[in-house]
């Protein structure tokens, strides 16, 4: 017995565990409701936060007991910028920013140390001349999973059959590589473009999706990559198998060399979402590997139902976030999302711009007469909702 004790002692032992520390800094003095602001992270021994209070920038540096050691006021920025994209590496971060000065949209790239301290100057890495005052960003910045590349690219639609594609791709180091000028087809009414990708090779992926009418589902896809240093556009249509899908994700797989490229989809053009349409796209052969449709069994839809029935459980879903799996699977993230109102609920096709996530790639076309980009090029405006 005290040998059977003994062993029970030790197997308990096991089962103790620290708790969580949560540590959470002292109310600035200098922030108000007002403030935005963007957790960077760690950087140089430091976590960094960067605020803007009313076009008063400024980096807040503290230690990992969130104790403010400083708050260094961001004088190299102009009174007024229109966006701000952070990128992290151990010592150092970029800030990605772009302002307006008269007629012309710079876009500017920053290097910030640990304590919050510009690093040189500010980089010029492009302009833009526009012939109005531009409210939303021009220019858009993806970074490979490595963060050896860096991609700035802009799109104007003013075209609406012939949209052009501005990309410059940088190392690490922001020394630009290449810029390409790439011109893509839109040739149907309802077309538009999904979210773009730069993967560990320094290559472009991006999808274009065609619906059917207004705010329906889409009928078509089309696939596009863009080697690196290459200025052609290599585009191949995506088997749906028959099934209208919702909001395309795309993401690469960089150890097995691929791209997934994954959606819920319906089994109409207003249906109820059944499943989840996976395409993994094999990227030496430039051909789809496999194409496969999940329907959501009944224990899943009783699961994410809510207030909602089992046939309409995952109607007011939307795609958050995939993650990659060194297997080669994924995780997929999703969340419900509605709105309500005296006008009625609002759903999933009465959000004009597709899903209501804003996202990093909320790419603006610089079309002043055009609606936002990417979502549905025309729409029409559900009932009124609070």
Aim: glycine share 6%; hydrophobic share 35%.
């Amino acid at each position: 017995m005290k040998r059977i004790a003994a062993c029970l002692v030790l197997l308990l032992a096991g089962c103790f565990a620290r708790g969580q520390r949560v540590v959470y800094s002292e109310p600035d003095k200098n922030d108000y409701r007002q403030t935005e602001f963007e957790i960077i992270g760690k950087v140089g021994g430091n976590l960094l936060i960067y605020k803007n209070i009313r076009n008063s920038y400024a980096m807040s540096v503290y230690d990992f007991d969130m104790h403010q050691k400083d708050r260094v006021k961001m004088d190299f920025l102009p009174d007024h910028i229109i966006n701000a994209d952070f990128l992290a590496y151990p010592d150092y971060c970029y800030m990605f920013y772009q302002y307006q000065k008269r007629n012309i949209i710079y876009a500017m790239a920053a290097k910030i140390d640990g304590n919050g301290t510009i690093v040189g100057k500010p980089l010029v890495m492009d302009t833009t001349e526009i012939g109005f005052l531009a409210s939303n960003k021009i220019y858009s910045v993806i970074n490979s999973d490595d963060k050896e590349f860096i991609s700035l690219f802009k799109i104007n639609s003013k075209n609406e059959d012939r949209f052009l594609l501005t990309t410059s791709v940088y190392n690490k180091d922001l020394e630009r590589k290449e810029k390409q000028y790439l011109t893509i087809s839109m040739p149907e009414r309802h077309d538009y473009l999904t979210e773009f990708i730069i993967d560990n090779d320094g290559d472009f992926a991006f999808a274009r999706a065609i619906q059917g009418q207004e705010n329906e589902k889409i009928q078509k896809l089309f696939f596009f990559q863009k080697k690196a240093g290459s200025s052609e556009v290599k585009e191949n249509q995506v088997r749906l198998n028959s099934q209208s899908l919702d909001d395309i994700r795309v993401k690469v797989n960089n150890t097995n060399k691929n791209y997934i490229i994954t959606s819920f989809y319906s089994k109409s053009k207003h249906g109820n979402i059944e499943g989840l349409y996976t395409c993994i796209w094999d990227k030496g052969a430039d051909s789809a590997r496999s194409v496969i449709s999940y329907e959501f069994n009944e224990n899943l839809r009783n699961d994410a139902k809510g207030d909602n029935s089992v046939k309409t459980a995952f109607n007011d879903f939307f795609i958050r976030n995939v993650i990659v799996r060194k297997d080669g699977g994924f995780l997929l993230a999703a969340e419900s999302f509605f709105s309500t109102g005296r006008g009625g609920n609002m759903n999933r096709y009465d959000y004009m711009y597709g899903s209501p996530f804003a996202r990093p790639m909320d790419y603006y076309s610089f079309n002043p007469y055009g609606y936002g980009y990417p979502w549905y090029r025309y729409n029409s405006l559900g009932q009124s909702t609070r």
